[in-house]
């Protein structure tokens, strides 16, 4: 079992690029979630995706943020226009469904905003 | 006040030391209660899991809460350099339909177990 796999690893954008960062959930669950972790802050809830449905947005910005996840393929989060501002660590996690206990963590994708 | 307070560290002890970490909270809606652990440059791995108050053993971790004071433990006994990480706290509220989906995390502390 690969565990959650995030990709890609650190990615590197220009002020008012976009940024695509892809998560691929553990084999069998079906339940994925995003946090963003800002330097020197703790890890902040952003998005709840089951399959084709967003069930929870509320952490995510009102702009230029959105999520997906389709019924093939990993979820992805993408952030247009980036600035400085999005620098931070994206994880991804996931369970087999929302009932705890806790989640599995992928390693994250960097995002360096330039 | 922020939901979740956690002292950054960092925290330096020596092999062998009893380690404690804690966190405090101010959401009584917390009922989960969970502590992860982070590597450098990885991503949170799930240490300790707790619904509401009391203690949970594994190994040589010892997990507790106190739902009356809000406050929340970690202890490491004999520790070894492998420990050396950041340390997690997150909770969350029992979500309507059972879930308990949404953590609020404290920000970590840094912790160097010394050879």
């Known amino acids: 079992n690969a565990g959650v796999m995030q990709n890609p690893r650190h990615l590197v954008r220009r002020r008012g690029q976009e940024a695509r960062l892809r998560c691929s959930p553990m084999k069998g669950h079906s339940h994925v979630y995003w946090y963003r972790q800002l330097p020197e802050e703790g890890l902040k809830f952003m998005v709840y995706?089951?399959?084709?449905?967003?069930?929870?947005e509320s952490g995510m910005p009102k702009e230029r943020f959105s999520a997906e996840f389709p019924k093939e393929g990993p979820s992805i989060l993408r952030i247009q226009q980036v600035v400085r501002g999005d620098s931070a660590a994206y994880f991804c996690a996931s369970s087999p469904d929302a009932s705890g206990p806790g989640y599995t963590f992928g390693s994250g994708t960097r995002l360096t905003v330039v | 006040q922020k939901e979740v307070e956690q002292d950054p560290g960092p925290l330096s002890v020596p092999e062998g030391a009893i380690v404690s970490l804690n966190c405090t909270y101010s959401n009584s809606a917390f009922q989960y209660f969970m502590w992860y652990r982070q590597y450098s440059r990885k991503g949170p791995e799930l240490l300790m899991y707790t619904y509401s108050s009391g203690n949970k053993e594994d190994g040589r971790f010892t997990a507790q809460v106190d739902k009356s004071s809000k406050y929340i433990s970690l202890f490491i006994r004999d520790s070894q350099p492998s420990d050396s990480a950041t340390y997690l706290c997150?909770?969350?509220?029992?979500?309507?339909?059972?879930?308990?989906?949404?953590?609020?995390f404290g920000k970590g502390t840094l912790l160097t177990v010394n050879p």
């Open positions: 995706l089951q399959k084709e449905n967003i069930i929870d």
């Open positions: 997150a909770m969350s509220p029992l979500n309507s339909g059972g879930s308990n989906y949404k953590l609020t």
